[in-house]
């Protein structure tokens, strides 16, 4: 079935992401400092991934409920 393999190509791009994504090098250090700030904020491409992450959890929960109801 056609959203079956989409739904299995989307689980596949989650942990694909979440294995290569590593959180720890957006954040640098904390402090006081409003330089230290700047550099722990993620950077423009971190966001992307960060919201193409939570499009493609969005598409897959919405995909295992309806999966749920088909069958």
Do not use: H
């Amino acid at each position: 079935m056609v959203l079956e393999s989409i739904w299995f190509t989307i689980a596949i791009m989650i942990v694909s992401i979440v294995l290569l994504v590593d959180p720890k090098s957006s954040s640098m250090g904390t402090g006081n400092s409003s330089v230290l700030r700047a550099f722990s904020s993620p950077r423009s491409g971190q966001n992307f991934i960060y919201r193409f992450s939570a499009f493609l959890i969005t598409c897959f929960l919405m995909l295992t409920i309806l999966l749920s109801y088909i069958n």
